[in-house]
């Protein structure tokens, strides 16, 4: 590719192009062109394909002066080139080779944001481009707007020139006058482009402040008085515990847990009452920032956890059990696996309120219990590994079964962290025999540092029956363009297909606010959220259903094992608002684990779950199992006779 040049240029401002997007960069006609994929597919992929429109470059060709229009330079760097049988795939070109070339100002330059790759068209040759991150695919896609600019820029010159010598006076005047406008349009456009520079110099310095911060010797991060704020505890907070937590690289991360982050929220009077500080300078965050390796054991104090721990976050997911009743009670399999669906979607609607804190780590070998008779089902839950950490759940119902173990990768882009699940979560329905099985989709933590934090999840989500391939669903989780409109944020869409591949059932929506089904017999929306109970801010977002998983009725307590999550202190502390003291006891809680785990390798044992076993599914993947003594130890002789781990 013979793109010359280093520099943005006004010419290539992102005024010109990329801040408008929405109203430059249209859907193409062609785009089919670089497809391959099967005809089901092609809406979708059309839809994520735009065509760099040219009105813009017309427009500023026709009277730009050519004494301050500056070549733009070579882009350096290397972008994925697509090749075909028989290396099939992404291929990095070889440097300093020239591979081809083609004159941008002529080619058609479609561009796909969701997959970061770029198109070039120019008739006889076509090259189909990658660029390995989001980051670059912009800059590529700024300079190659600028030289198509500039080529274009130089035609119209060269056009302009043709039209002076030929003396037409009142047309050069009036080319005079348009230069003047687009010169100054052109100033403007520059402003905007050292903004957005500098707001993400800004950004980026805020974050590694943030950082910094976290590294301050104790007696200067105390010297700071003053109310404190949810960042104040952070930035205060030191510890290099046992927990799991950022995934700090930009490569997906060993560990699968969420490290203890930080936040910017500056609103602490909501969710939590008081705050702490405890120091233990033990770990430079900074140094593990830059190697990309050890954030992960860097701990989070209890101001910025909920008072919730990931094993009840998956029964969280039961919320909308009653899709699965429902689903159980339909004989068509196709509307059977709309509801399959809809349950799917169902657990990820609380992320609309629940960006502010994170849920407590559990402890190796900490167990949760969930009895639901209201809705017909029951849970457990247990923590079955810690390195990575690993939890899981099995719930039973007349109507279902349900689990999942969750563990996940983290890929943390620098404002904001990607949290991508390898589990697989598993439902079967009795009455027809049939065992779904669906992956999850990433959810990503946009301005993690910040207090403009909100989660968003995308990609997509296939529904199998192991039982029956009668039929599959696909659901899309659509990524929200990059500077488009508000309009398709948490948008759904479904679509049940059949052996053959046509589509039975489409359903969509949006995944806070509700999905509808029209292919039903009578279209009818198949699922919305509950609405939030009063005061829901005060109380961490949580919904009813969240609130009511920490209660601890008096008849309940004697039948609890005492690793049940109910019983754990800290948590308990922070439900009722003793916030320094769940930090103490959460302390205390870590290294307790850190010296059982000293003296299980010193014997050279290792853990073993009490509860769930580790297994193989259909396709070889490692999954946890419940191993079915739960409910029968509780029964019978009690957990109150039996000898128990002591975590807390
Ligand atoms: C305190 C600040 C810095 C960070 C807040 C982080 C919160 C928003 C993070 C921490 C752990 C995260 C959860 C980790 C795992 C999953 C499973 C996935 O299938 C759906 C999203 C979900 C449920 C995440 C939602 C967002 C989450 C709750």
Redo the contacts with the bound molecule.
């Keep these: 590719m013979d793109l010359s040049g280093s520099s943005l240029n006004r010419s290539q401002s992102l005024a010109s192009g990329l801040e408008k997007t929405s109203h430059t960069w249209n859907k193409p006609a062609h785009s089919q062109s670089s497809s391959t994929l099967s005809s089901r597919h092609s809406r979708q992929i059309i839809k994520d394909w735009e065509v760099i429109d040219d009105l813009q470059v017309e427009m500023q060709g026709a009277g730009d002066d050519p004494q301050d229009r500056t070549a733009p330079g070579i882009c350096e760097g290397y972008l994925l080139k697509r090749r075909k049988w028989p290396l099939k795939g992404w291929h990095k070109v070889a440097r300093g080779r020239v591979q081809g070339s083609l004159d941008v100002s002529l080619a058609v330059i479609s561009i796909n944001k969701k997959s970061n790759r770029i198109d070039l068209d120019a008739g006889d040759i076509l090259y189909h481009m990658k660029a390995k991150s989001h980051e670059l695919f912009y800059i590529w896609v700024t300079k190659l707007q600028a030289h198509r600019l500039y080529k274009k820029n130089e035609a119209a010159h060269v056009h302009s020139s043709f039209l002076h010598t030929l003396s037409l006076p009142t047309a050069a005047e009036q080319a005079q006058r348009n230069g003047d406008l687009i010169s100054h349009l052109d100033s403007l456009a520059h402003f905007i482009l050292c903004l957005f520079y500098l707001y993400l110099v800004a950004d980026f310095l805020c974050s590694f402040l943030f950082l910094f911060l976290r590294c301050q010797p104790e007696a200067v991060r105390r010297s700071s008085q003053g109310p404190p704020s949810v960042a104040d505890s952070a930035a205060e907070y030191f510890d290099a515990s046992d927990d799991i937590l950022w995934g700090s690289s930009s490569e997906v991360s060993d560990e699968s847990g ?1 490290s203890d ?3 910017t929220n500056s609103e602490p009077e909501e969710g939590h009452s008081g705050y702490t500080s405890i120091s233990d300078q033990s770990l430079n965050p900074l140094v593990c920032f830059f190697t990309g390796k050890d954030l992960a054991r860097v701990s989070m104090p209890a101001v ?1 956890n909920e008072p919730i721990n990931l094993l009840q ?1 998956l029964c969280e997911e039961l919320e909308y059990s009653e899709l699965l009743d429902t689903a159980n009670n339909t004989s068509d399999p196709y509307q059977r696996m709309v509801y399959i669906a809809a349950f799917a979607i169902s657990g ?1 609607s609380t ?1 609309t309120f ?6 407590v780590n559990p402890i190796l070998g900490e167990t949760y219990e969930c009895i639901r008779e209201d809705r017909g089902f029951r849970l457990i839950s247990e923590q079955v590994c810690h390195h990575p950490p690993i939890s899981a759940c099995h719930a039973d119902s007349e109507n279902f079964s349900f689990w999942q173990d ?1 563990r ?1 990768k983290n890929k943390f882009w620098g404002k904001s962290l990607e ?1 991508l ?1 390898t589990g697989m979560v598993n439902v079967t329905l009795p009455r027809y025999g049939d065992h779904y099985e669906w992956n ?1 989709v990433v ?1 990503c ?1 946009h301005n ?1 540092f910040s207090q403009q934090r909100y ?1 968003e999840h995308y990609g997509e989500v296939i529904i199998k029956n192991l039982k029956s391939n009668i039929c599959t669903c696909k659901i899309t989780f659509v990524k929200s363009r990059y500077w488009g409109s508000e309009t398709n944020k948490n948008e759904v869409q479904g679509v049940v297909l059949d052996q053959s591949g046509s589509a039975i059932h489409r359903f969509g929506g949006l995944w806070h606010e509700g999905i509808f089904c029209d292919t039903l017999p009578t279209p009818k929306c198949i699922w919305k959220p509950n609405p939030q109970p009063k005061d829901y801010l005060l109380y961490y977002g949580f919904s009813s259903f969240a609130m009511e998983l920490n209660e601890l009725p008096s008849d309940l307590k004697p039948l609890l094992p005492p690793t049940d999550t109910r019983l754990r202190p800290d948590q308990r502390m922070l439900e009722d608002g003793r916030v320094d003291e769940a930090d103490i006891k959460k302390d205390k809680i870590e290294e307790m684990q850190r010296e059982r785990r000293k003296e299980l390798a010193k014997r050279g044992e290792e853990h073993v779950p009490r509860f769930f076993k580790r297994s193989k599914d259909s396709s070889g993947r490692d999954v946890w199992l419940t191993n079915g003594t739960y409910w029968k130890l509780r029964e019978n002789p009690g957990f109150a006779n039996l000898e128990n781990l002591t975590l807390w």
């Design positions: 969420l982050g930080s936040t910025l976050r990820y992320a629940r960006n502010r804190y994170k849920p969750q996940w949290i699940p999850k959810t933590i993690v989660l």
